[in-house]
């Protein structure tokens, strides 16, 4: 399996526009996170979907933010209208049974100016 | 409220010694894990601690779970260069991970 895939890798782009991150998880696992990652504040988990239905998007800074799951091979994460406070790696993560390993994917660096 | 302290948040060794990161977290949980995440990079699993008293070992990692005390030790031996990164220990909690700050571990030839 290829692991957790995530595009882009890199993002920059200036304050007020929309930016849509991507992820397609492992093939045949059911659950799905999005993290946000800052040196401030660490590691934070923003979503987590459980076949393909958002269970607790308690995470979520603010409705500028956005995720959705139409089918169980993709996801998004949308950021309308983008600040520079949300200037972040972004990872989206994968696991089988909710309570086994989650599987990272390579994160995409979102840059806000 | 579930939360998890690491530390030291910052460890610098030198290569050949060994030395202890403690992970404590506030509520029962009978799962505990471990990342490792190298600069710029994803994290990678290490490993899963399922039971009170489990032990798991890969190379000169060494990590236990002890659920009594809510503590778990991730033990490095002989440390060499290629271990720098930054662990994360992580506890479940409703199907979510509460994570750790992270250590940064630093080991200098």
């Known amino acids: 399996d290829a692991g957790v895939i995530q595009s882009p890798r890199h993002e920059v782009t200036e304050m007020g526009q929309e930016v849509t991150l991507r992820c397609k998880p492992i093939s045949g696992h059911d659950y799905l996170f999005w993290y946000r990652q800052t040196m401030m504040r660490g590691l934070e988990l923003l979503i987590y979907f459980n076949n393909n239905v958002p269970i607790d998007d308690s995470g979520m800074p603010e409705d500028r933010f956005s995720a959705k799951m139409p089918n169980a091979s993709f996801s998004t994460l949308k950021i309308q209208p983008s600040e520079p406070r949300d200037s972040a790696v972004y990872f989206c993560?994968?696991?089988?049974?909710?309570?086994?390993?989650?599987?990272f994917g390579p994160g995409t660096r979102l840059l806000v100016l | 409220e579930l939360k998890v302290e690491q530390n030291p948040l910052f460890l610098s060794m030198q290569e050949g010694k060994n030395y202890t990161i403690y992970c404590n977290y506030s509520t029962t949980s009978d799962r505990l894990y471990w990342y490792r995440q190298d600069p710029g990079k994803s994290l990678e699993s290490l490993f899963v601690l399922l039971s009170n008293g489990a032990v798991k070992q890969e190379g000169r990692l060494m990590a236990s779970l002890d659920t009594k005390a809510r503590l778990s030790t991730l033990h490095i031996t002989a440390a060499v260069h290629d271990l720098s990164a930054t662990y994360f220990c992580?506890?479940?909690?409703?199907?979510?991970?509460?994570w750790g700050a992270g250590t940064k571990l630093i080991i200098k030839p």
């Open positions: 993560a994968s696991s089988g049974l909710g309570l086994e390993t989650q599987y």
């Open positions: 992580a506890v479940d909690s409703n199907y979510q991970l509460i």
